[in-house]
């Protein structure tokens, strides 16, 4: 994530919209003058490099956007490189003068590299290698282009934007199964809103709608767990290319808490959301996917009177679509039906509205099941028997017990 | 403002390399070397003016250094072997200004100090807490005929000035 400073420098504001400025085409000439400076750079200490990067490079750059691709490019990944951790080396060696006060430092060290059995200059490599202004320029990966580069800068500049976000609302057409699919295993905390056109004409009940607008919550509003959440959000937008159109505008600020801007992301802006992949490939998802089918396999095997629909269909809930996790069915009396939700990131307050709108739908076999892992904030949670929550994995008892048998 | 143009760039750039350069000259590195040799029985607190400094240092003379990218772990480790006595000598750029709680010194050396009367009296401060018999030594390393010169006499004046106290 860009720091705050640097995203204010690296955006305007138009109203109370806030605008990045991208990177495109005319950057190119000198990203590529940066991307030579590194090369040329490889194996020199960083501080060298940062001194060489004050001065103008050979091609003019934006003073804010050279700024961020100089970010970027100091965030690839460094790997020190010692014979010994730098950390056991400096212990040693700085004990060991400290003892040896009268003997030259040449002998301190070659009485340590002997204890540790490596070679003097190993040892002595190893002292300062992982401090900050003594890392070495690491080699740039030959992928790297200026194209790639200013596409990396415009997705930091989106998704820094995004994680300071207190709340966004996504609308997309064409075929969203897959972004609705995407946000419930992303555990993100969301309300899907129908069309009211579609919903009055009464025919996607039960299929995957047509249009949807995800009202979502930004990292910004939660008080525990907004770093994670904020990757999950962001790694959502590699769902939206999926669909025909979408639109994305989320309320963020660039200074702490206020004013609050809106940012808009659309399908022309230079961000190649068809391949856009969250800058940490952490996958969110994956526990909570895990505990799904873990929990199905189990509950089966627990109760052998009902069975599991794993993938159950939408339900319209007073215009917001519900979509649970697993639906519950008694092999005897179909009419014995129950929707649990095993919910991803959670608050209170979102599960006291999730319950109310199944109420007013009249969808009264619903299960709430809360991972107390991801609770977002300290509000109490609602005293409601549909309510369960699990701290390291779903009890297929305790549903049993809840829905009478 | 100056960086907004390519030759206020360079002249920044020049700017950024004299003070570098001034902050830790030949001289000063061998005046290092002399002063821990001195004091080799004392515990010593070396000031530089950047983590460069403060790494080259610890290289060459062999001296722990405390700089922001070590972390807090070894940091509190090397504090409370230095306060045992297992280490003699820390060389730090900043980090040892303010915020740490950093045990007695009993001589300092400031090879260069980028800031003002501020930072100059909370580096002395870390060695003139009182003690029974204590006598503390600090050692000011200043190139002479250069801005460092008048910027440290500039320095003395504004900490020997009489202060008002507020009404």
């Known amino acids: 994530m860009l720091p705050r400073a640097l995203l204010r420098l690296s955006s305007r504001l138009e109203g109370d ?13 000198w990203l590529c003058a940066l991307l030579d400076e590194y090369a040329r750079a490889e194996g020199e200490k960083r501080s060298d490099l940062a001194a060489r990067l004050r001065e ?47 003997a030259p430092r040449t002998d301190v060290l070659a009485h340590v590299a002997s204890e540790l059995d490596v070679p003097v ?31 990396a800068a415009n997705r930091a500049l989106a998704s820094s934007l995004l994680r300071r976000s207190a709340s966004v609302r996504l609308t997309a057409s064409g075929d969203p199964r897959r972004l609705l699919v995407q946000a419930r295993r992303l555990g993100l905390i969301c309300a899907v809103e129908q069309p009211a056109l579609r919903r009055a004409s009464g025919d996607d009940r039960g299929n995957a709608p047509s249009r949807v607008a995800l009202d979502i919550t930004g990292p910004l509003a939660l ?87 794993r993938e159950p269909s939408a339900a319209d809930a007073v215009g917001v679509l519900e979509l649970s996790d697993l639906e519950l069915v008694h092999r005897g009396d179909a009419t014995r039906r129950w929707r649990l939700d095993l919910c991803g990131f959670w608050t209170a307050e979102h599960v006291a509205q999730e319950l109310a709108r199944r109420d007013a739908a009249n969808l009264r076999h619903s299960i709430v099941y809360l991972d107390d892992r991801r609770r977002c904030n300290d509000a109490p949670v609602p005293d409601d028997p549909r309510i369960l929550r699990y701290k390291s994995k779903p009890d297929p008892v305790a549903v049993l017990a809840l829905i009478g048998e | 403002m100056a960086s907004r143009s390519s030759e206020g760039r360079l002249a920044l750039a020049a700017f950024h390399r004299s003070r570098k350069m001034l902050g830790f000259t030949r001289a000063k590195r061998d005046a290092v070397g002399a002063l821990l040799a001195r004091h080799r029985d004392a515990r010593i607190l070396v000031f530089t003016a950047d983590n460069d400094a403060a790494c080259a240092i610890a290289v060459e003379r ?28 820390l060389v730090s750029s900043r980090v040892l200004n303010e915020g740490i709680d950093v045990p007695d010194a ?62």
């Open chain 2, 62 to 89: 062999l001296v722990m250094p405390i700089t922001c990218d070590i972390p807090r772990a070894e940091r509190d480790r090397v504090l409370d072997a230095f306060r045992r006595g297992e280490l003699r000598a």
């Open chain 2, 106 to 167: 009993d001589v300092a050396i400031i090879v260069a100090g980028a800031g003002g009367a501020r930072e100059h009296v909370q580096r002395i401060g870390r060695l003139l807490r009182p003690a029974p018999g204590k006598h503390a030594v600090v050692y000011e390393l200043v190139t002479a005929s250069t801005t460092e010169a008048r910027r440290t006499s500039q320095k003395r004046r504004s900490l020997a000035a009489p202060r008002t106290a507020p009404a």
């Open chain 1, 121 to 151: 200059v190993a040892l002595e490599a190893a002292l300062v290698a992982d401090l900050g202004s003594e890392r070495r320029v690491p080699s740039l990966p030959a992928t790297l282009s200026p194209a790639s580069l200013a596409l």
């Open chain 1, 17 to 29: 919209r806030v605008v990045p400025r991208y990177l495109g085409e005319r950057d190119h000439p």
């Open chain 1, 223 to 309: 008080t525990r767990h907004a770093d994670a959440y904020g990757k999950a959000l962001v790694s959502l937008l590699a769902c939206v290319a999926t669909c025909d159109g979408f639109e994305l505008t989320a309320w963020c600020t660039l200074t702490r808490g206020r004013p609050w801007f809106r940012f808009v992301i659309r399908p022309g802006d230079p961000l190649a959301v068809d391949e856009f992949r969250a800058p940490l490939p952490s996958e969110p998802a994956d526990p909570l996917a895990r505990a799904k089918h873990r929990f199905a396999a189990d509950f089966e095997t627990a109760a052998s009177n009902w069975t599991v629909i």
């Open chain 1, 56 to 102: 103008p490079l050979t091609s003019p750059a934006p003073r804010s956007k050279l700024r961020v691709a100089i970010h970027l490019l100091e965030s690839l990944e460094t790997r020190v490189t010692s014979a010994v951790p730098p950390a056991d080396a400096r212990w040693h060696v700085f004990r060991a003068a400290a003892s040896m006060t009268s």
